[in-house]
């Protein structure tokens, strides 16, 4: 039997094509679970039911009203939810004395708030048992200037997800972070092909190269695994860079990672 035969999942977050969630969203399917994908784009995340056989939502992770109507759709469609992954964000880059404060703003919206209302809203529909994880980013213990209102709201998210182990604990609902750290993704394009970017953010990874986007989400499936006696911890899936430390300004032009962040946000 496959590890996740007939189980409800829900992975939101999952519009680009060889994301993250894309990924995650088809790794889960292969594994047998009936698999709701919601994002923004309707479009995307349509093309990726299509071809997993799922269900296909629009949602934005910053509008509590959508999350739980997304919740409640899956659990309409596939039955109670059994493993829910949040794998929307976005980054947004600005020193902190000149970001717009409503940039700020909507990096906790989507980074921070998005997981709080998905955990609430999945769980309300969530079989006793099952398992969450919310994605979240190196950035959020290895600071890199440009980065405080991203990482910070990343960092929320994993001490949300330490008191959300505890709150649900009694329903035997485990929650997990998977921390992130660079991935070979669209959303990497601009500082993976920009010459000295690689090389230096590569500099700083023991193994040399940057995590895939199944990789992140197998290790998000072996955290909703029934055997994974594990909740309220964030597990670095960053092949190693958290043992160093991340690029810094005088070694990577500011300009390389605003505009690879300000090209992530529109998609």
């Known amino acids: ?32 679970a009936r698999v709701a994908v919601g994002a923004r784009s309707i479009d995307g995340v349509r093309e990726l039911a299509g071809l997993t056989g799922g ?4 949602c934005d992770a910053s509008i509590e009203a959508e999350v739980a109507a997304m919740a409640e759709a899956a659990a309409a469609a596939h039955g109670p939810i059994d493993i829910a992954i949040m794998a929307a964000g976005v980054p947004f880059v600005g020193m902190i004395d000149a970001i717009d404060p409503e940039d700020v703003k909507r990096a906790f919206d989507i980074n921070f708030f998005g997981p709080f209302y998905f955990i609430k809203h999945m769980a309300r529909h969530m ?11 190196t950035a959020a213990s ?27 604990a009694p329903r035997n609902i485990r ?18 092909e920009h010459e000295v970017a690689r090389k230096v953010l590569l500099k700083e990874i023991p193994l040399g190269r940057p995590v895939t986007p199944r990789q992140v989400g ?40 605003a505009a690879n962040a300000d090209a992530s946000s529109k998609k």
């Open 1 to 32: 039997m496959l590890p996740f035969q007939d189980k409800s999942a829900v992975v939101l977050g999952a519009s680009a094509r060889g994301g993250t969630g894309w990924e995650t969203a088809k790794l889960v399917a292969e594994q047998g």
């Open 175 to 192: 929650i997990n972070a998977v921390e992130a750290g660079l991935i070979d993704t669209p959303m990497s394009k601009i500082l993976l």
């Open 127 to 137: 079989r006793d048992g099952g398992a969450m994880v919310v994605i979240t980013s």
């Open 218 to 257: 197998a290790a998000c499936l072996w955290l909703c695994h029934p055997d994974a006696a594990v909740t309220g911890d964030t597990l670095n899936v960053d092949n190693g860079n958290h043992l160093r430390r991340n690029v810094q300004p005088e070694e990577l032009p500011y300009d390389v990672m």
């Open 55 to 58: 269900l296909a939502v629009r």
């Open 142 to 168: 290895m600071p890199v200037p440009g980065y405080s209102s991203y990482g910070s709201a990343k960092a929320a998210a994993q001490v949300l997800v330490e008191h959300a182990a505890l709150e649900y």
